[in-house]
């Protein structure tokens, strides 16, 4: 899958103030909406942007977004980002468990299930 991200404008959190990596994502599963799920490969890196929040370099592209702090005290890292054809959300659990998911017109829905290390 080539799914590719963009902005979603929404006011970043202040965690996202620097230009350094921030996670290193590696997904094993991938489900394709009305299919069985199948092993992945899938990987990004994601890393602090001043202007737009964050960004995930990933095979397929760099994808510029946003992260939302929904002030939960459980530390859950999520990431939003829009394109033309998609929504993307990405949260990471404080014990790095992963989960991406793209919404593309269609309609038709990815979902990736893996893992982040927080490298900061």
């Given amino acids: 899958m080539k799914p590719l991200i963009a902005v979603l404008l929404l006011t970043p959190s202040l965690a996202w103030a620097s230009e350094d990596n921030y996670a290193q994502c590696r997904f094993d599963t991938e489900c394709l909406e009305g299919e069985a799920c199948a092993s992945t490969d899938y990987q990004m890196t994601v890393i602090h942007n001043d202007t ?69």
């Fill in 52 to 120: 737009f929040g964050f960004i995930m370099q990933s095979p397929t592209g760099n994808i510029e977004g946003f992260a939302f702090d929904n002030g939960a005290p459980d530390h859950v890292s999520t990431l939003l980002g829009q394109t033309k054809t998609a929504a993307h959300l990405l949260t990471i659990q404080p014990d790095g468990a992963a989960r991406y998911t793209v919404h593309l017109q269609g309609p038709m829905l990815i979902n990736y299930l893996g893992k982040c290390e927080i490298t900061e």
